[in-house]
């Protein structure tokens, strides 16, 4: 029920089943980890039951929005929830950033002697702090032969991403003006453009591992590089899938000039993945 000043949800079944499918992915997680495969069915298991409860949970709030049943409180609801887990995601993502700026604005100068010299003359003399870091101090550790140029595969994505945001936001400026068939146009080009960008970020993947000699074990620029772009990456990937779950429902008839969060929910996901890429451009490829 919803009234004036508060929201009382109806009855559902989906949170807690939700949380025991969450559950058995986490115990299958780390049985894997702990003693191998055995725990791998049973983490798939899981995130297969993750992924069904998404999907029905979804169609379940799809239906009661088209049947009229949220007023103005549950378009409240969903604005702040969906506002707070994009805070929650640029949390997840200053994390990996604060990562990045730690190793090479305090942890690469110290490596080099800066105030410690007595403790890294002991430990490598010879080491000088440059970034990206090609050749670790440690010899256990190999570095890259080299790093991508940004001004190839990184600068296509780039302009992709930089796009998609344009193409997003006229297929929303059409969809307030009831221009349906526009919408749909310039909704299926920027699903279009998110799909050229994982393909390209795959070869750029395949170039990185197989010709430049930059893995997850290529030292500390292997391993940011890897944790910065694959989690990036992952968010172009569901960022898609939602953008065609929505060109399928715009197909459908579904939302009106005034009545269309689901849209916009899409919409601020795909802004703030393309803010984030703008970043890691010019952090991680450029600089």
């Known amino acids: 029920m919803s009234g004036g000043s508060y929201y009382v949800p109806a009855t559902s079944k989906w949170p807690i089943l939700g949380s025991l499918a969450m559950g058995v992915m986490m115990v299958g997680g780390g049985t894997w980890l702990v003693h191998g495969a055995v725990g791998s069915p049973l983490m798939l298991a ?22 009229g049943l949220y007023d103005a409180q549950m378009d409240r609801s969903f604005r702040w929830g969906m506002g707070w887990f994009i805070f929650s995601e640029v949390m997840f993502f200053a994390a ?8 090479r604005t305090l942890a690469l100068p110290w490596l080099d002697g800066e ?9 490598w003399p010879d080491f000088s702090a440059s970034w990206p870091l090609l050749d670790p101090p440690d010899s256990r550790i190999s570095g890259p032969a080299e790093t991508l140029r940004p001004w190839q ?14 193409t997003l936001t006229v297929a929303h400026e059409a969809l307030k003006m009831g221009e349906r068939q526009a919408t749909h146009n ?12 994982i393909i390209i970020q795959g070869v750029e993947y395949y170039e990185a591992y197989h010709h430049l000699g930059l893995t997850l074990e290529a030292g500390i620029y292997g391993s940011t590089f890897f944790m910065l772009t694959g989690f990036h990456g992952l968010h172009v990937i569901i ?8 060109l399928l429902r715009i197909r459908k008839g579904h939302f009106s000039g005034a009545n269309h969060f689901g849209f916009e929910a899409a919409a601020w ?12 451009f010019i952090f991680v490829y450029v600089f």
Do not use: Q
């Not at 990996?96 to 190793?103: M, N, Q, R, S, T």
């Not at 310039?186 to 960008?197: E, R």
């Not at 960022?239 to 929505?246: C, E, Q, R, V």
């Open 115 to 123: 105030g410690a010299k007595g403790v890294t003359a002991l430990l």
């Open 153 to 166: 595969l990184p600068l296509v994505n780039t302009l992709l991403l930089v796009s998609s945001s344009i």
């Open 186 to 197: 310039w909704l299926f080009g920027t699903v279009l453009l998110g799909t050229c960008f």
């Open 239 to 246: 960022g898609t899938i939602i953008l065609a779950s929505i």
């Open 46 to 67: 899981g995130l297969v039951g993750i992924l069904a409860v998404m999907v029905l949970w979804f169609r379940d709030v799809i239906r009661e929005s088209m049947a």
């Open 96 to 103: 990996f950033f604060g990562a990045l700026f730690y190793v």
């Open 269 to 280: 996901y795909w802004h703030f993945v393309d803010v984030v890429w703008l970043g890691l």
